[in-house]
């Protein structure tokens, strides 16, 4: 299982290549707590690195419909 620290280091590497891609949204959008319980879930299906971790939190904010955030 993947630990506390890796997930955080993977949703600030996802959100920091979002929000590069996505200049208008803000820091604290609800995006980002989407994202952070994603990549909780998903800490738990199987071992990965936070970069894995990373690109399947980008892959995630990517499909969110934006007019529901």
Known sequence: MVDEVTVRKAAETAWTVYRAAHPDIDVQDSRRC??????????????????ELASFGIAYLH????DEC
Do not use: C, I, T, V
Not at 34 to 51: F, M, N, Q, T, W
Not at 63 to 66: D, G
């Open 34 to 51: 989407l994202l952070e319980r994603y990549l909780h879930r998903r800490r738990g299906e199987r071992e990965s690195d936070a970069e």
């Open 63 to 66: 499909q969110l419909p934006e």
